[in-house]
């Protein structure tokens, strides 16, 4: 038993103390922020357990115990139950919708007496353990074969479906970010540059219906132009052959001058998209055909490509009238499509408000008037951020974003000094998660994305978030703290 001593007092003697020290940081600013978002001038103070920031410290003792407990587990039961927690974990999900009441919407919450508990927010340290137990498997190389990666796709896409269930597309949404884990352990970049360019289809289509040009709605008919410039840039990237490359550019300048020649010579009106679509069909046939004939099969990446990128662009609308109305509505105020100052777009327009009202140094600590008047829904959770803004200003909002980027920063060094591919890849799941929640929670605060019930790490109210939070971060602190222990046997 004396190895296991000597393990438990290296434990804190190997700590990252800094990591602990952001940690503590961004807690007490995150309960701070929570009163001054619900202060209400009845002088409650911050420790007043009938108080949002009341109930926060209590959350946060607790996490700080639950921390504790999980420094003091041996690192090798991390990777060992891996897959059991996550098993357990989905069964939870699964059962939730069913046990859980309606509320706003959705069942994500199970309610045990006077306490609630998200079950998506724990899904999210589970899917991490079970992710980098799978990529840290003996003699798994993610690239190796297909299979590989639709084991691990599978792993992440699991809680996804479970999540959406309950009707919590924000919760869901947050476990893409684990793809970009995926891509520093070797995943191809067309990946991510695929999922970029359907980013980009779904906006410019859903953003740009109108006007019409050539009797396509203008969205559409520049994403044709897109997917032409695509397949040719891609022509240059995978193949070696000029030739190729030049005889579809000659394609594609006959056929602008021909619709040129029709359309504005002769004012003729040319149907667009069939045009358009058989300008592409005819390029990608002809790259299949050099590919067949010179056995140059990396071709297949730009005769792939645009099929896949039309088949997207036709199913935007239909993907889109999949979602909520209050979904829908959201995502047309993000892209400009609509203003609706009193409806979807009334918490975004109220939270810059008060970000800008706040200026440079801002309006002084419980001073903000937007906060106290309770013009921001939702200030003390997914729009904490706004309080900072109008209160602390631009120097405490810079403050925050410091103190994320820092904690990023750490966590990212934390991976690459890790001597096993499980706690590399752990730790790249916890900055994954973190970043994405930081992102996107600013980004919906200030404009830039829908609303989509991000919160903001270790900042926003609620016991399930920072739980949560603090599980991932600390399971993390437990493996690298054991990447020096030498086992005595």
Known sequence: MLHRRIDATSIFRNLDWFTVLLYLLMVTAGVISIYAASYDFDEAGILDFNEFSGKQVRWIGLSIALGFIILLI???????????????ILILLFITPFLAPDIKGSRSWLVFGPMSLQPAEFAKFATALALARLLSGYNFVLTAKFSNFFKASGIIIMPIVLILMQKETGSALTFLALFFVLYREGMSGLILFGALFAVVIFVVTVKFAEPLIMGIPAGEFWILIVIM?????????????????????????LCAATLWILTGACGLNVPGMPVM?????????????????????????????????????????????????????????????????????YNVNQSKIAIGSGGLTGKGFLNGTQTKLKYVPEQHTDFIFCTIGEEEGFWGSLT?????????LRVISIAERQHTTFGRVYAYCVASYLIFHFAINIGMVIGLCPVIGIPLPFFSYGGSSLWGFTILLFILLRIDAGRKQVMAY
């Open 229 to 253: 410039a695509v397949m040719l840039a891609m022509l240059f990237i995978f193949n070696r052959r000029f030739s190729i490359v030049r005889n579809v550019m000659g394609w594609y300048a």
């Open 400 to 408: 925050v974003v410091a103190l994320f980027l820092a904690l990023i």
């Open 277 to 345: 679509l058989g300008i592409i069909a005819v390029t990608a046939l002809y790259i299949l055909f050099e590919a067949i004939k010179s056995h140059a099969y990396s071709l297949l990446v730009p005769f792939f490509t645009p099929i896949l990128a039309v088949v997207f662009m036709f199913s935007v609308n239909l993907a889109f009238s999949y979602l909520q109305p209050h979904q829908q509505q959201r995502i047309k105020v993000v892209l400009g499509i609509e203003e609706d100052l009193r409806g979807a777009g």
């Open 74 to 88: 041996d690192t090798r039961m991390y990777e060992t139950y891996a897959y059991p927690i996550y098993v357990l």
